[in-house]
């Protein structure tokens, strides 16, 4: 079946920046997204890039797609403790389920 | 906008009794809905696709007669986890797509909740 592959963890301190990526197989993917869980809650939309873009912004979030490689990452400028949480990167071929990727864990340091 | 929410947040039950959750869309229309499981330190497991008005569908290995969804309303769908036990332990999650808006795919999540069977 379709995969989506995360790192398991990631550590950066409070003010880095964090970048977490993401690999997909399915060439047919036309929306990619970045969900965040914090401890004990559900998932939140943190954002979405359509395959044909190649950048998209939002404040501190910054996501990039290499549709040619599959390969999606998220960036996070000036990293707060408050985005310890788990990141789940997630496609989708258009009204379809999602596939998701196991979650990268980011914890903040002070 | 587009807030989802789940009742109850947590449940403890004994072996053997069956226990609904409710997953409701708030301010949106949900045409489709999504039942996951989630293991400590798993990813996502997606039981089943609820469509509104109809049959729900199954993913593979998930029993249909276990876990029973209702979708009667664009609004409110349910998971009934049948003589629960401590294995079906769990956080289900449900979530829900937006007909009106967004990416096609995008699914807004309730926050959860935690099922314990003793």
């Known amino acids: 079946g379709e995969d989506v592959e995360q790192s398991l963890f990631l550590s950066v301190r409070e003010g880095d920046s964090s970048v977490i990526n993401c690999t997909y197989t399915?060439?047919?993917?036309?929306?990619l997204y970045w969900y965040k869980q914090e401890p004990g809650a559900g998932l939140q939309l943190l954002t979405y890039?359509?395959?044909?873009?190649d950048m998209k912004q939002d404040q501190r979030l910054t996501v990039l797609l290499n549709k040619k490689d599959k390969h999606l990452s998220l960036r996070i400028a000036d990293t707060q403790t408050g985005d310890s949480a788990i990141y789940f990167c997630?496609?989708?071929?258009?009204?379809?389920?999602?596939?998701f990727g196991k979650g990268t864990m980011l914890l903040v340091s002070p | 906008g587009a807030v989802v929410s789940q009742h109850p947040s947590w449940v403890i039950c004994k072996s053997g009794t069956s226990v609904k959750i409710e997953c409701r869309s708030l301010?949106?229309?949900?045409?489709?809905m999504f039942w996951y499981r989630q293991f400590p330190k798993q990813s996502l497991m997606l039981m089943a696709t609820?469509?509104?008005?109809?049959?729900?569908?199954?993913e593979q290995g998930v029993e249909k007669d276990k876990f029973l969804i209702n979708h009667a309303s664009l609004t409110l769908s349910t998971l009934t986890v049948t003589s629960a036990h401590p294995e079906d332990s769990s956080f289900y999650i449900c979530?829900?797509?937006?007909?009106?808006?967004?990416?096609?795919?995008?699914?807004?999540f309730g926050p959860g909740t935690r099922l314990t069977v003793l």
């Open positions: 301010d949106f229309q949900a045409t489709t």
């Open positions: 609820s469509n509104e008005g109809s049959k729900a569908t199954y």
């Open positions: 979530s829900a797509r937006d007909i009106g808006g967004g990416a096609p795919d995008t699914q807004y």
């Open positions: 997630a496609t989708g071929s258009g009204y379809s389920t999602l596939t």
């Open positions: 890039i359509f395959s044909n873009m």
């Open positions: 399915d060439s047919s993917s036309t929306y």
